[in-house]
């Protein structure tokens, strides 16, 4: 670990003492606008920069400007670290950094604390003229003394007031002050990244930056009894961190793609916010439509006119792009779409996490509407996803679906360094003239493939139309017609299946639970399936891509285990619950979905709390299943 | 491409288009409906103007006129009802060498895709949008649309369409950043001609609005216009349309300088005569087509512009 000379003066006392441990879980919790999260960001990439396994999320109130000083307007992140890979937001929070009581109270009555939990905590309230404030304070102070958190006062805003007149501005950095002293993080890192995140910002707001960073790690030295020691593990490979959508926005720029339609919602804007940055650089536009439908219907003609173009939205989005879609089906017109899930139906959750999106994304449209649907479950998935979207979209002359998510859109996560390549990218449109006497769908009767012809190709004009068309693009209402371009239009799906890979099972290849799960939450049901295994469960996992088409082997996968159960971030009726009865049971998406493919008994655990699944409960779900399994009913 | 046909060999000077290059499907609309004499018109300025057809793409929404595309040859894309404009946009940001002309119901314009056409105003991205106007949703067989007149009889307001009729052409003019702005009729060809020509030639969003007749559902809506051309009033300027060759039927004229905004939303506003003619023109207008155009980049470019963009990710 890179020692960092922690510029204390002479009247050093006692050796604090240092506390190992193999990973933590830290919060930094505000009012919006104090900057939490920017400190949660910085302290997150500095970590992962060092050599720690990090995964970081985003707390997020739904408001931009929630009410200051309640439960509901915590905003901030969680930084969990540890000296081996981190692949998902763990369970509980060991150390806090709140700005005041009632965010602290919000984290706490939703149970994020562990019951041992450190806490930092402004104490400026405590001794407030208002006293309003003074007994929400004690109130609070009450509230929490009924777990064993180790609360420890520290007076951010008399120490900030020191250097700067306006606390709320520079708050932040002097508790990325506190937790660098703690953690030992090195300045060197911190002070770059500092310098990135401020980079539009004058050099004197840097300084005071600075400043406040060093005097939060003077107060730390100075009054704190301990450290913890995670201990790093410099990355063996060339490493970047970065959270989905921007690994998302990469992903585009990697694959060449030049035309992006948006229209803001969240939480996906952030991808465009990103590409609006730099797409131009690259040779893109990025355009911000009048509406959802808009946002797609440009996308569309940008695409049916050269490079295979996008769009990005969420649930109300997709929903109001839905009639595009099918078109896009229909036309053959290839089509990237990124949905950034969030909690619906609705406006539902805007800034929380939910895997709702599935089964919209496979059947939203009226009419037989096929198309790919992919879902990245990890950083590093995002961009690649985008790449391989792009390319299927063009070989099939298809509509293909990114399901991302809130959890994936905030997570920050290192990985491997991309090695780009020039095959990643989309060729340069080819405006030669087509071939002679080609037509606008000139199916490849066995896989259902054809060329597009694109305007600028001589020769190659034709009206495309929504309407049942026959393979030179006309208007056919006949039944024989309609039954062989709808077969076609499926058959590629077919075609793309057989390229796929069966997906490989983590754990053990045969057992008592098969846990199945797509999307962001691998990381934390593998780490439940590890937990679980460790007890002596017979539990496995495995984890899909594609959800359309579904991956094969699947059916003969599930024939190994005596349970298959999935694991969603969905609503499905719990059994016991008044009513439900297992013939009116409603299952989880992917359940749905692979009951209906496989014909295969798949039993669903899932939960829509307006947040990432804990690995701990999926833990509990497992031996829960298996306990029931073994008849020996928990 | 490997395969080549003979015609694409030649240098593009040496081509030359008739109008059977342009001709496609033969038209299924209603004999007497207005879109064929729109049809005739826009066949007319593809051969005057000499426009490839590859290079040529008409987009249009769902509904009668929407078929539009189906019966040329150049490049076309039918959609969906009221999405013409966003798929338009689409088309010029990304593939600006196009030449594109969108073709747009009164239902598909003024109702259903209202919103895009607003923005398309606003973006005036350099194209020619046809609302070809027979007041009526005929596909659908004859339901109320934003422009029949009030008390006009249709199957959804069998007691007489409850509104006044939304007025295109002054909701176009009271938008921000419109810069070209023409009315027309299909019973008047030339007229018809020489506006779609301006509207072609106009650098930025052409806006004109084609008063048509349905000889199905609006029967004797335009009988007096028709038979009294004198009815008529024909906005005349040297910056105008230009059209002698109504010299000798359309007598009855106004002088109106189509730089003159204000004079152009009153002009539209009183609705107690048809008026013809250039309505706005303004060249100066901001074109968001122009202000969106990125470099070309090359693949080694982009590669390595891409690792200077995950350097400042690196760990």
Redesign the interface.
């Known amino acids: 670990m890179t020692a960092v000379a922690i510029p204390v003066g002479p009247e050093l006392r006692i050796a604090p003492s240092v506390l190992k441990r193999p990973e933590h879980t830290i919060e930094i919790v505000s009012d919006a606008g104090e900057g939490a999260q920017k400190c949660g960001q910085i302290f997150g990439a500095v970590s992962a920069k060092m050599g720690n396994g990090v995964w970081t999320v985003e707390i997020i109130p739904a408001e931009i400007q929630p009410p200051p000083r309640t439960a509901e307007g915590a905003s901030g992140n969680r930084i969990r670290f540890g000296t081996g890979p981190i692949t998902n937001w763990g369970d509980e929070t060991n150390l806090v950094v709140a700005f005041n009581e009632q965010v602290l109270l919000g984290r706490h009555r939703l149970g994020a604390l562990a019951s041992d939990a450190i806490v930092l905590l402004e104490n400026s309230w405590a001794s407030h003229t208002n006293p309003d404030i003074r007994a929400a304070w004690d109130k609070a102070r009450s509230e929490l003394a009924a777990q064993s958190y180790r609360i420890i006062e520290v007076p951010m805003e008399e120490q900030c007031l020191t250097i700067d007149e306006n606390p709320r501005k520079g708050k932040n950095m002097f508790a990325l002050g506190l937790l660098a002293y703690i953690y030992d993080r090195s300045l060197e890192r911190i002070e770059e990244q500092i310098a990135y995140a401020f980079r539009k910002k004058s050099e004197e707001v840097y300084q005071r930056n600075l400043g406040l960073l060093r005097l939060g790690m003077e107060w730390a030295a100075a009054n704190l009894d301990f450290r913890i020691e995670v201990p790093t593990n410099p990355p063996t490979e060339a490493l970047v961190v970065m959270n989905g959508n921007e690994a998302l926005g990469m992903g585009v720029l990697a694959s060449g793609m030049e035309f992006c339609a948006m229209y803001p919602i969240t939480p996906a804007t952030s991808v465009s916010h990103y590409l609006a940055e730099v797409f131009s650089k690259f040779g893109g536009i990025l355009h911000q439509g009048e509406d959802e439908i808009a946002a797609v219907g440009a996308a569309i003609g940008a695409s049916y006119s050269g490079k295979v173009a996008f769009t990005i939205t969420s649930g109300p989005g997709f929903a109001l792009k839905t009639e595009f879609i099918g078109f896009a089906v229909m036309t053959e017109i290839p089509l990237v779409i990124i949905d950034v899930q969030r909690g619906g139906p609705s406006t539902g959750l805007p800034t929380k996490v939910e895997q709702s999106d599935l089964l919209a994304a496979l059947f939203a449209e009226p009419g037989d509407a096929p198309r790919v649907v992919i879902a990245p479950a990890t950083i590093e998935e995002c961009f690649h996803a985008v790449i391989t979207a792009r390319q299927i979209a063009e070989t099939f002359r298809t509509v293909v679906i990114i399901l991302s998510d809130a959890n994936l859109s905030t997570g920050v996560q290192p990985f491997p360094r991309p090695q780009l390549k020039k095959e990643w990218l989309a060729p340069e449109l080819d405006l030669g003239p087509v071939k002679t006497g080609q037509r606008p769908y000139e199916w490849d009767a066995r896989m259902g493939t054809s060329p597009r012809s694109i305007p600028g190709q001589p020769g190659g004009m034709f009206t495309l139309t929504g309407l049942s068309h026959d393979e030179g693009s006309k208007v056919a209402y006949g039944a024989g017609v309609h039954q062989h371009a709808t077969a076609m239009r499926s058959r590629k799906l077919a075609v793309l299946q057989q390229t796929l890979l069966r997906p490989a099972i983590n754990g053990d290849q045969d057992g008592d639970l098969l846990v199945v799960g797509w999307g962001s939450t691998k990381g934390a049901i593998e780490e439940g399936v590890e937990r679980a295994r460790a007890e002596g469960i017979r539990a496995s996992s495995i984890h899909l891509t594609f959800l359309s088409p579904l991956q094969p082997g699947l059916k003969e996968i599930f024939s190994r285990f005596r349970k298959v159960m999935t694991v969603e971030i969905n609503y499905s009726d719990q059994p016991g619950d008044p009513f439900i009865t297992e013939e009116n049971r409603r299952r989880g998406q992917l359940a749905m979905l692979l009951r209906a493919q496989t014909l295969c008994d798949v039993d669903c655990w899932t939960r829509v709390p307006g947040e990432s699944l804990r690995p701990g409960f999926i833990h509990k779900a497992i031996r829960d299943a298996v306990l029931t399994l073994t008849g020996d009913r928990p | 491409?490997t395969?080549?046909?003979i015609?694409?060999l030649l240098d593009d000077d040496e081509r030359e288009f008739a109008l059977g290059d342009y001709e496609?499907?033969t038209a299924r609309w209603c004999p007497g409906c207005g879109d064929h004499s729109i049809l005739t018109a826009v066949e007319k300025l593809l051969v005057a103007e000499q426009l490839?057809?590859?290079?040529t793409?008409?987009?249009s929404g769902i509904g009668c006129s929407s078929r539009f595309?189906?019966y040329?040859?150049?490049?076309?894309?039918?959609?969906?009802h009221g999405?013409a404009?966003?798929?338009?946009?689409?088309?010029?940001?990304?593939?600006p060498?196009?030449d594109v002309f969108v073709v747009m119901g009164d239902g598909d314009c003024c109702s259903i895709g209202a919103?895009?056409w607003?923005?398309a105003i606003r973006y005036n991205i350099h194209m020619v949008a046809m609302l070809l106007d027979n007041s009526i949703y005929g596909l659908t067989k004859k339901q109320t649309s934003p422009t029949t007149p009030q008390g006009f009889k249709t199957n959804t307001q069998p007691f007489g369409s409850f509104l006044p009729p939304l007025n295109p052409l002054s909701t176009t003019l009271g938008t921000t950043n419109v810069s070209f702005v023409a009315q027309t009729a299909e019973w008047v060809p030339a007229h018809l001609y020489a506006t779609l020509r301006a509207a072609y030639r106009h650098p930025g969003f052409s806006f004109v609005r084609i008063l048509q007749r349905c000889p199905m559902y609006t029967q004797g809506m335009y009988e007096e216009a028709v038979k009294n051309p004198g009815s008529i009033e024909l906005l005349m300027h040297d910056d105008g349309i230009v059209a002698p060759e109504l010299d000798k039927i359309y007598k009855t004229r106004a002088t109106h300088d189509p730089s003159d905004l204000d004079s152009a939303r009153r002009l539209a506003e009183d609705s107690t005569r048809i008026r013809l003619g250039l309505f706005y023109r303004n060249e100066a207008r901001a074109r968001y087509d122009l202000l969106?155009k990125?470099?070309?980049?090359t693949?080694?470019e982009?590669?390595a512009?891409?690792?200077q963009?995950?350097d400042?990710?690196?760990?």
Do not use: W
């Not at chain 2, 404009?85 to 593939?95: N, Q, S």
């Not at chain 2, 990125?294 to 980049?297: A, E, F, N, R, S």
């Not at chain 2, 400042?312 to 760990?315: I, L, N």
């Open positions: 491409m395969h080549c046909a015609l694409p496609g499907a490839k057809p590859e290079q793409v008409f987009v595309p189906h040329l040859k150049t490049y076309g894309f039918h959609g969906l999405r404009l966003p798929v338009a946009t689409g088309v010029k940001l990304h593939r060498d196009l919103a895009h607003i923005h969106r990125p470099p070309k980049v693949s080694s982009r590669i512009l891409l690792n963009e995950l400042h990710y690196a760990v």
